[in-house]
């Protein structure tokens, strides 16, 4: 059993940055793939970046590329993600997820992959 919490949301202006973190319990966090996602009111969750067991290679949506990382320490059982240049359309409530050695970019974006959720933390993002 893993257990995901979220930190790091906020309500901030165009232009500006956010670090989300997620900290997960149980001593086998480097054997999991981790994912973040996103979704905003009335819409689909949808895939936003994630990074693999193993070598943490690293995947993000074209809609966040370049300005979006997302990062992971293994020591601390937490995975980042660095947002900057934020925009309105980042606004969203923000899911961390771990699934159980994920690593191919497939697997990683593919929600249904992912066994265990955080609650999520709100980001909004202001023009």
């Known amino acids: 059993q893993v257990q995901l919490v979220e930190s790091g949301g906020g309500s901030v202006q165009a232009g500006d940055s956010l670090r989300l973190s997620c900290a997960a319990s149980?001593?086998?966090?480097?054997?999991?793939?981790m994912g973040w996602f996103r979704q905003a009111p009335g819409k689909e969750r949808e895939f936003v970046a994630a990074?693999?067991?193993?070598?943490?290679?690293?995947y993000s949506a074209d809609s966040v590329k370049g300005r979006f990382t997302v990062s992971r320490d293994n020591a601390k059982n937490t995975v980042y993600l660095e947002m900057n240049s934020l925009k309105p359309e980042d606004t969203a409530l923000y899911y961390c997820?771990?699934?159980?050695?994920?690593?191919?970019?497939?697997?990683?974006?593919?929600?249904?992959?992912?066994?265990?959720w955080g609650q999520g933390t709100q980001v909004t993002v202001s023009s």
């Open positions: 149980g001593r086998t966090f480097n054997m999991y793939g």
């Open positions: 990074i693999s067991w193993g070598d943490s290679a690293t």
């Open positions: 997820a771990a699934g159980w050695r994920l690593w191919t970019k497939v697997h990683l974006t593919t929600r249904g992959n992912y066994e265990y």
